[in-house]
Antibody
Framework: EVQLVESGGGLVQPGRSLRLSCATS????????MHWVRQAPGKGLEWVSG????????GYADSVKGRFTISRDNAKNSLYLQMNSLRAEDTALYYC?????????WGQGTTVTVSS | QSALTQPASVSGSPGQSITISCTGT?????????VSWYQQHPGKAPKLMICDVSNRPSGVSNRFSGSKSGNTASLTISGLQAEDEADYYC??????????FGTGTRVTVL
């Protein structure tokens, strides 16, 4: 079964850092691009970042550029999101998603709350 | 990276057809055939319903169909059923090699 499991969320103060992880199983992660998508409470979906299969192409939303870094370790079947200089507006449920003609598999998400 | 524009809500009676629009620009929807549609029920992760403008992934009901004209993509749900009540989001690849989602549409089955 293809599965994505996010972890690493929590309560963090503004300006601090957090690292999210996405553990994958049931497929070869190195065959696919991967993404992080977030959803603030009661709001819509927002694409955060994406990374190609070999990390050769990486993109970020303007709202996180310069603060967040996406990476992957294909040998560990894992995707990561390093989040620095966190702001209150980064509070959201963060999903990782696998891309195959659209984001075809999603995890259940990990919640990040930025508050003092 | 402005969000794609969708109507906030669309409603229909069981058995009817509804269409949700998704308007972008020539730098996203109009420039690429990489438009996807996602269904999200409350408290659940999004589910891919349409990819590459009009392709249905395996397992998705053929009541769902997608199309595009110019800078506007559309999702049509025919034979509306109670289980279709959910939020729907479009998404597109952009000229900046990023992705953008739509503002989201709440579908209500009357």
């Amino acid at each position: 079964e293809v599965q994505l499991v996010e972890s690493g969320g929590g309560l963090v103060q503004p300006g601090r850092s957090l690292r999210l992880s996405c553990a994958t199983s049931g497929f070869r992660i190195d065959d696919y691009a991967m993404h992080w998508v977030r959803q603030a409470p009661g709001k819509g979906l927002e694409w955060v970042s994406g990374i190609s299969w070999n990390s050769g192409t990486i993109g970020y939303a303007d709202s996180v550029k310069g603060r967040f870094t996406i990476s992957r370790d294909n040998a560990k079947n894992s995707l990561y999101l390093q989040m620095n200089s966190l702001r209150a507006e980064d509070t959201a449920l963060y999903y990782c998603a696998k891309e195959w003609s659209g984001m075809d598999v999603w995890g259940q998400g990990t919640t990040v709350t930025v508050s003092s | 990276q402005s969000a794609l524009t969708q109507p906030a809500s669309v409603s229909g009676s069981p058995g009817q057809s509804i269409t949700i629009s998704c308007t972008g620009t020539s730098n996203d929807v109009g420039g690429y055939n990489f438009v996807s549609w996602y269904q999200q029920h409350p408290g659940k992760a999004p589910k891919l319903m349409i990819c590459d403008v009009s392709n249905r992934p395996s397992g998705v009901s053929n009541r769902f169909s997608g199309s595009k004209s110019g800078n506007t993509a559309s999702l049509t749900i025919s034979g509306l059923q109670a289980e279709d009540e959910a939020d729907y989001y479009c998404s597109s690849f952009t000229s900046s090699s990023t992705y953008v989602f739509g503002t989201g549409t709440r579908v209500t089955v009357l």
